[in-house]
């Protein structure tokens, strides 16, 4: 029996987690997800990770993390390298990259990502470090959660509103800044 899609939204999403928002000046570099067993979502924000080389990147899990910039979003992963726990944007599953594998980082640029909080245009960003339930690492703010969030108001700035768990555009620069 064939399987016929008789249902089409009307308006879909203008984005999704971790893509690129135009062709404009960036930076990006090649990072490899260190960590023994977290996995990395699109759209969300990386650290350096402690020892390795300049390219070791991990999720972000303290509050003095450096962060090196925003988990790309790309098609070129072999399913192996996908994990089965990522982010949940708009009903569907968006993904995360497994341990030891390549991705790609936005250092400075523009990229759609989803705000946990929901926020406005102009506020400033903060990463969620320190994480509870359902919380993901790595996870960006428009505002301070108590002492469970990073504070990079100096790289980043909300270009778009959204409500909390949408998306929204941001802009960084984690370029020869202290984050």
Request: net charge negative.
């Amino acid at each position: 029996m064939a399987i016929i899609q008789d249902t089409y939204p009307l308006a879909p999403a203008i984005a999704f987690p971790g893509m690129l928002s135009d062709v404009g000046d960036k930076d990006t570099i090649t990072g490899i997800n260190t960590h023994a067993t977290l996995a990395i979502p699109f759209g969300s924000a990386v650290a350096r990770a402690a020892t390795g080389s300049k390219m070791a990147a991990e999720p972000v899990e303290a509050i003095l993390d450096t962060i090196l910039g925003i988990h790309i979003y790309s098609t070129d992963y072999a399913p192996s390298a996908l994990a089965d726990s990522g982010y949940t944007f708009a009903g569907l599953f968006v993904g995360a990259v497994k341990p030891k594998n390549t991705m790609a980082i936005l250092r400075r640029g523009r990229i759609w990502v989803i705000c946990e909080n929901g926020c406005t245009r102009g506020q400033r960003l903060h990463v969620r470090a320190i994480i509870a339930g359902a919380e993901i690492s790595g996870a960006l703010r428009s505002a301070t959660d108590g002492t469970d969030t990073r504070d990079c108001t100096g790289q980043g700035e909300w270009l778009t509103a959204a409500s909390a768990g949408a998306i929204a555009e941001l802009e960084v620069d984690f370029v020869n800044l202290a984050s």
